[in-house]
C-alpha cells in the first residue's frame, strides 16, 4: 500500500469518525430532550393523581363530619373513588381509643388487612387534617396515605387510603423501551421499580430524572431512566451514508489536490524546462569563443582554394586563346566549396541558435562528424586527436540534431579536458557509433585517469562537478536532452583505463527510416 493511499485511508477514516460522532451527538441531545419532555409530562400527571387521593381524603373527612352522617353514605362515596380509580385499592377508618380498632374497611372480600398498631403508631403525632406516609410492609408494591380526624367527628380516628404504587406511576402513553421508572419514600425506600434493573456498565451515558411530588401529603421521589442504544444514536442506514458521503468527499478532495499538485508540478517542469534550455543556449553560446580557431581553419581551407582557383580562371581567360574546359571546371571547383563554408556557417549558426527542438530522422554519423569538424581546429591547436570510429551502416535517430550536437560537443569537451595534461601518447579521444537491438549508441572515450568510485553516482546531479570552477551543469543538461528522446547516458570507467560515457538512442527500423528519406 503506498502512502498516498494509506494517507487517503487515514482522512477518510478520521472524517467519518468526526461525522459518526457528530451525527450520534445530535441524536443523542435529541433522545435526551425527548426523554427530559416524557419524564416531566409523566411527573406532572402522578403530581396530579397524588392530589386526586388528597382531594379523596377530603371528601370522606367532610362525609364523616356532616350532621347526617352514616356509613352507608361513606361506603357509597368510597365505593365509588375505588370503581373510578382503580390504583386506590382499599379505605379504612381505624377508631384511636384506648386500643386501636377497625371502625370502617372496604376489604371485606380482601385478605390481608393492613397492621392497626402500625397505623395508628404512624398517626400518633398527627394533627387533625394532617397526612402522612406509610410504606406498605413486606415489599408490597403499594403504600397508605393515613389522615388525622378531627377531635369532633363520629368515633374520630383516622381515614386510611391504600394506594397501588405501580398504578399511580403508570404512564398514560407508551414510554420508550428502556425507560426504568421507580417511586421512593422520603426515607429513600423503594416503594415500586418498573422496568429492567440498569445496567451500572455502559458505553452511552444513562439519561436520569428526578424529581419529588407536588403534593404536600405525599412528597414521594419519581425517578425515571433510560440508557439510549446505539441503533437510536446511530442508525445502520445513517452510519452507511455518512461512511459513504465522507468517502466522496475524501475522492473528491483528493482529486482536486492531485490536480492542483499536477499542475503546480506541470508548472514547475515548464519552468525548469525552459531554464535548462536557456542554460543550454548559454552554453552553446560560450563554446563558440572555444571552437572559434577551428571554425577558422574550417574557412580558411574553401576561401584559399577558391582564391587560388579564381586566380587561375582569370588568367586562364586573358589568354589570347582561353581553355574554356579548364575554366569551367575552375568555376565548379568554386562552387562546391562555397557551399562547403556556407554549410560550416550553416552549422555554427544552428548551434548557436535559440530555436526549439525539431526532432527529426537524423543521421548519428553525420552528427558525430559535425561535431568533429566543428571541435577539430581547437582540439589540434590543444594537441588532441580526435578519432572516430562510425559504424558501416548509417545508424538514424528521431531526435533534434542541435541538441544531439551539443550533448556530443559537451562530451568530447570533458574527455578532452580530462586526457589535456597528460602524456601526448594519450591525448586521445575517440567517439564510437554503434547499432544495438533496437538502440543507437555513441560512445566517448578517453584515456585520461577515469572517474572516483565515489563519484560516479553523482555525476547527473544538478550542481555536482570535480572540475575546479565547474558549475555542475553540463552533464545534468546532457541527461535531460538524451532522456527527452527516450535515450539514456551512462558512465563507467573503463577496464584498461579512462572514462567512457554512452548515450543510447532508439533506433528508427530500416522500414521508417525509408519512409522518413
Not at 60 to 71: E, G, I
Amino acid at each position: 500500500m503506498s502512502s498516498r493511499t494509506a494517507a487517503s485511508i487515514g482522512a477518510w477514516l478520521a472524517l467519518t469518525v468526526a461525522a459518526v460522532t457528530t451525527v450520534a451527538t445530535v441524536n443523542f441531545v435529541r433522545v435526551r430532550d425527548g426523554f427530559e419532555v416524557e419524564a416531566r409530562t409523566l411527573h406532572r400527571v402522578v403530581s396530579q393523581r397524588a392530589d386526586q387521593h388528597d382531594a379523596h381524603l377530603t371528601s370522606l373527612a367532610a362525609v364523616l363530619a356532616s350532621p347526617d352522617r352514616s356509613f352507608t353514605t361513606v361506603s357509597a362515596v368510597a365505593e365509588a373513588v375505588l370503581r373510578f380509580y382503580p390504583r386506590i385499592t382499599a379505605i379504612d377508618i381505624v377508631g384511636l381509643a384506648s386500643l386501636p380498632n377497625l371502625v370502617f374497611t372496604t376489604r371485606e372480600l380482601q385478605p390481608g388487612r393492613p397492621r392497626l398498631d402500625g397505623l395508628a403508631a404512624a398517626a400518633a403525632n398527627l394533627a387533625a387534617g394532617q397526612a402522612v406516609v406509610l410504606a406498605e410492609p413486606h415489599g408490597a408494591e403499594a403504600y397508605h396515605l393515613i389522615k388525622k380526624l378531627p377531635e369532633a367527628t363520629a368515633q374520630a380516628g383516622i381515614l386510611v387510603m391504600t394506594v397501588d404504587a405501580r398504578r399511580l406511576i403508570e404512564p398514560e402513553g407508551d414510554l420508550p423501551a428502556g425507560t426504568n421508572l421507580a417511586l421512593y419514600d422520603l426515607s429513600g425506600r423503594e416503594l415500586v421499580y418498573v422496568g429492567r434493573p440498569a445496567s451500572s456498565v455502559g458505553l452511552l451515558p444513562s439519561l436520569v430524572f428526578e424529581k419529588a411530588l407536588g403534593s404536600r401529603s405525599q412528597p414521594l421521589l419519581l425517578r425515571a431512566a433510560r440508557q439510549p442504544g446505539f441503533g437510536e444514536l446511530l442508525p445502520p442506514l445513517a452510519a452507511a451514508l455518512v461512511a459513504a458521503i465522507t468517502g466522496i468527499g475524501v475522492l473528491l478532495a483528493g482529486f482536486v489536490l492531485r490536480e492542483r499538485r499536477a499542475t503546480r508540478e506541470a508548472r514547475e517542469r515548464a519552468s525548469f524546462h525552459e531554464h535548462q534550455a536557456k542554460l543550454a543556449h548559454a552554453m552553446r553560446v560560450n563554446t563558440v569563443g572555444e571552437m572559434a580557431s577551428g571554425i577558422a581553419h574550417e574557412l580558411t581551407q574553401p576561401l584559399t582554394a577558391i582564391l587560388s582557383r579564381s586566380q587561375a580562371g582569370l588568367r586562364l581567360a586573358r589568354c589570347p586563346s582561353p581553355d574554356w574546359g579548364e575554366i569551367i571546371s575552375a568555376l565548379d571547383a568554386n562552387v562546391r566549396l562555397a557551399k562547403r563554408a556556407g554549410d560550416i556557417l550553416a552549422r555554427l549558426r544552428a548551434y548557436v541558435s535559440n530555436s526549439r527542438p525539431a526532432p527529426e530522422p537524423a543521421s548519428l554519423n553525420r552528427l558525430v562528424a559535425n561535431v568533429a569538424e566543428l571541435m577539430w581546429g581547437d582540439l589540434e591547436r590543444r594537441g588532441i586527436a580526435l578519432e572516430l570510429d562510425l559504424a558501416p551502416s548509417d545508424l538514424v535517430a528521431v531526435v533534434d540534431r542541435v541538441s544531439i550536437e551539443q550533448v556530443v560537443h559537451n562530451l568530447v569537451r570533458n574527455a578532452a579536458d580530462a586526457v589535456e595534461i597528460l602524456a601526448q601518447e594519450r591525448r586521445t579521444v575517440t567517439v564510437t557509433t554503434t547499432a544495438d537491438g533496437d538502440m543507437s549508441v555513441i560512445a566517448i572515450r578517453d584515456q585520461g585517469p577515469g572517474i572516483l568510485a565515489t563519484d560516479l553516482p553523482r555525476l547527473f546531479e544538478p550542481f555536482f562537478t570535480t572540475k575546479p570552477g565547474g558549475m555542475g551543469l553540463g552533464l545534468p543538461l546532457c541527461e535531460r536532452i538524451v532522456e527527452s528522446f527516450g535515450g539514456r547516458i551512462t558512465a563507467a570507467n573503463a577496464p584498461e583505463g579512462g572514462a567512457v560515457f554512452t548515450v543510447r538512442l532508439p533506433r528508427l527500423g530500416d522500414r521508417r527510416k525509408e519512409a522518413a528519406e
